[in-house]
């Protein structure tokens, strides 16, 4: 039995919650997994516990109504950090909104589960791009899983590919398209479309950051690449330190002048080795029709990193939404359940 807190109940924590509830038979006959959510925290929709588990399709439910949390459970009096250190529970599921800042609350999550011995599951990038090593030291010394696939490339096997299937190849550099609704927004414009159209579509998918500027001033890729960057590369970097270039001021004129000299206009992430030091930027950059991030549509999303053993080595995922981060968390659960605790 696996008893897990969820820290957040946006669009993934809902969709985890879904698959949860539809792979329930199969995580038991197939994983001898048996997961149960014993509290859920949120900052809008109240947050309660349950020992015995809490009914996530109703609550899921509830909340998509604009309702609240407060029939599922007793309710949770202390802050989110105080109720995790005492938390009679195994998992924490943590995906509360992006922040760009060293110091915020989703961090005090981490280290509060990971401090009283309880596994770490998270797709949230802004705790991690500040401190990876220190989270990832201390789930080391406690014995206890952190694993975080959801944070780049939503489902798509990033870390698991390089961390674990790789073992033993250095990525020296790579770039990527790792934004979708940056993408999706470029591509909108491209067609003819406005970007504040572009940008109510993307809502309605549920792909919008919390706060829509993390998306359209460029810091989600931002903070992606630095990411990719430390953990992959043993970089140090921080996200408001690297040159970085977002959609929100998109000139259509850049877009058709780039396509008359049969060019695709992308947000770009990219990370390499300069003196020894390791760097990254975003920028908006025009690429030419031949290059393999050019053809990259839509929500979809891509990264080519270039490595001392394979060369190169191109990861894609088409179309991603809600339901592919969601999964990351699914099988991050499986994989710690495995006893395959840390990427």
Request: charge should be positive; aromatic fraction near 4%.
């Amino acid at each position: 039995m696996h008893r897990l807190v969820l820290v957040g109940f946006g669009n993934v924590g809902r969709e985890f919650a879904r698959l949860l509830v539809e792979r329930r038979a199969e995580l038991r006959r197939e994983q001898g997994l048996e997961a149960r959510v014993v509290a859920i925290l949120t900052k809008r929709h109240g947050s309660v516990e349950s020992p015995r588990g809490i009914d996530l399709a109703r609550a899921t439910k509830a909340v998509e109504s604009g309702g609240t949390l407060e029939a599922f459970g007793r309710p949770v009096r202390a802050t989110p950090t105080a109720y995790l250190r005492k938390a009679r529970a195994d998992v924490v599921v943590e995906i509360t909104p992006l922040r760009i800042a060293a110091k915020q609350p989703a961090a005090e999550h981490m280290l509060a589960a990971l401090s009283t011995g309880k596994h770490l599951i998270t797709a949230n990038k802004g705790p991690l791009v500040y401190h990876y090593r220190r989270f990832r030291d201390l789930a080391r010394r406690r014995d206890v899983g952190f694993r975080y696939e959801g944070t780049v490339m939503d489902g798509a096997p990033v870390f698991n590919l390089f961390q674990e299937t790789l073992r033993g190849a250095h990525v020296e550099s790579f770039e990527g398209i790792l934004n979708s609704v940056s993408n999706y927004l470029i591509g909108a414009i491209e067609g003819g479309g406005t970007l504040q159209s572009g940008v109510e579509e993307v809502r309605a998918m549920g792909l919008l950051e919390a706060d829509p500027t993390m998306d359209l001033d460029g810091w989600d890729a931002t903070v992606k690449a630095c990411l990719l960057a430390n953990v992959l590369m043993g970089g140090s970097l921080r996200p408001e330190r690297v040159p970085r270039e977002g959609v929100a001021g998109m000139d259509r004129r850049r877009i058709r002048k780039a396509r008359t000299r049969g060019r695709r206009v992308k947000q770009v992430a990219r990370g390499w080795i300069d003196g020894g030091r390791v760097r990254a930027s975003v920028r908006i950059e025009a690429l030419p029709a031949g290059d393999p991030l050019a053809s990259v549509d839509g929500t979809s999303n891509a990264l080519l990193a270039r490595t001392d053993m394979l060369k190169e080595i191109l990861i894609s995922e088409r179309h991603p939404g809600v339901r592919q981060t969601a999964f990351a968390l699914y099988s991050d659960l499986i994989a710690i359940h495995e006893g395959r605790l840390h990427l």
